[in-house]
């Protein structure tokens, strides 16, 4: 059974979606922060044009359907990291559970109405899109050992 996605609004300026991956916190974490990862669960079209992965350090993607960029505020390995998304900030806590990892991703906005729009963009659908995609990848690092 797959592991199962939750989306939820703690309050009226966030978005929070946790998930359970089958695999160690480092190799969870190193699949938001390894430029040579990124493509495999963007989406193939995916160029990583810049990933300075520190804190006031830039990240660029050209998706193929635009780019997408941000910054990164806070960078703790395996445990936390905050970047800038578009127009939000995002806050990715992992959290050690034995052989398996609690990704927490916190999406706060400037106001309801932005987070309100990012919601009825599809967040739940997207996200267990985009973390299926994410555990092939775990899988492809499980398998290399």
């Given amino acids: 059974m797959p592991n199962e996605t939750t989306v939820t609004t703690p309050n009226e300026l966030e ?6 991956f089958d695999a160690p916190r ?3 974490f190193s699949v938001w922060t390894d430029p040579q990862l990124i493509p495999e ?9 810049e990933m300075d992965v520190r ?5 660029r993607f050209n998706t193929g359907y635009g780019v997408v960029e941000g910054e990164f505020r806070e960078v703790d390995p ?11 900030l995002q806050t990715l806590e992992f959290e050690e559970l034995g052989e ?6 916190t999406m706060r906005f400037e106001s309801t109405v932005e ?15 985009g973390f ?9 690092l499980a398998a290399r050992g």
Wanted: glycine residues 10%.
């Fill in 15 to 20: 978005i929070r979606v946790e998930r359970v």
């Fill in 26 to 28: 480092d190799h969870v």
């Fill in 41 to 49: 669960w963007w989406g193939e079209q995916t160029v990583v044009e």
């Fill in 55 to 59: 804190p006031g350090g830039k990240w």
């Fill in 78 to 88: 395996p445990a936390r990291l905050v970047q800038t998304f578009q127009n939000h």
């Fill in 100 to 105: 398996r990892t609690k990704l927490t991703q």
């Fill in 115 to 129: 987070r309100d729009t990012t919601m009825q963009y599809g967040v739940e659908e997207g996200a267990k899109g």
């Fill in 132 to 140: 299926a995609r994410v555990d092939a990848v775990l899988q492809k």
